[in-house]
């Protein structure tokens, strides 16, 4: 059974930063991507960024230059490194894995960016 368990969420000011890791069960280069994903009160769940198990990324156009994915293989973890939040960015992230046909999450982690 996957396992995803996301942490270092938090309350933080306008222009702040904030690290959230997703530790996952298994090694990373069993799936096709990993990916944070994002969901604020009353909208739908909007990708973030995604990566390869080799380091491809991609960015929603919302977070580029501000936002950085990555992963520690050996470690078995993905982070997603948030700089310069806007209070926009306000949301429940959620890590998500996806193997084959079969996409996996966490229960997420709170982010919020006041003004």
């Known amino acids: 059974q996957v396992q995803l368990v996301e942490s270092g969420g938090g309350l933080v000011q306008a222009g702040g930063s904030l690290r959230l890791s997703c530790a996952v069960s298994?090694?990373?280069?069993?799936?096709?991507?990993m990916a944070w994903y994002r969901q604020a009160p009353g909208n739908q769940r909007e990708l973030v960024a995604t990566i390869t198990p080799y380091g491809t990324t991609n960015y929603a156009d919302s977070v580029k230059g501000r936002f950085t994915i990555s992963e520690d293989n050996a470690k078995n973890t993905v982070y997603l490194q948030m700089d310069s939040l806007k209070p926009e960015d306000t949301a429940a992230y959620y890590c998500?894995?996806?193997?084959?046909?079969?996409?996996?999450w966490g229960q997420g982690t709170q982010v919020t960016v006041s003004s």
């Open positions: 998500n894995a996806l193997r084959g046909g079969s996409r996996y």
């Open positions: 298994g090694s990373i280069f069993s799936f096709n991507a």
